[in-house]
């Protein structure tokens, strides 16, 4: 799962996404909350089927989702970084 091909196909999915729904480009530093939140099982399970809401309402109302995040952020760091490096 950590496959930097892999992730950064995650991520320009995550890019895409955001372009059509934000009408602008994905943030370098929300490119970071990709990873954590799709490659987590848990926290995959409970994203919407659609993006009806936006991602910090969402947390607020699944408050499981932020137990441990910060630190699944951060082990997720350098993965991101050669995924998007991998992805230029």
């Known amino acids: 799962m ?3 091909a892999y992730c950064a196909l995650l991520l320009r999915q995550a890019a895409d ?5 934000a ?7 929300a490119a970071f909350l ?5 490659l987590h099982q848990a926290t995959r399970d ?10 910090h309402f969402w947390a607020q109302r699944h408050h499981e989702v932020r137990i441990g995040f910060a630190q699944r952020m951060q082990d997720l760091v350098p993965i991101t970084k050669e995924a998007l490096l991998f992805s230029l």
């Open 2 to 4: 950590f496959n930097p």
């Open 23 to 29: 009408l602008r480009g994905l943030d370098y530093a």
């Open 46 to 55: 409970l994203l919407p089927g659609t993006l009806t809401t936006k991602l």
């Open 17 to 21: 996404g955001y372009q059509k729904t």
């Open 34 to 38: 990709v990873l954590p939140v799709v």
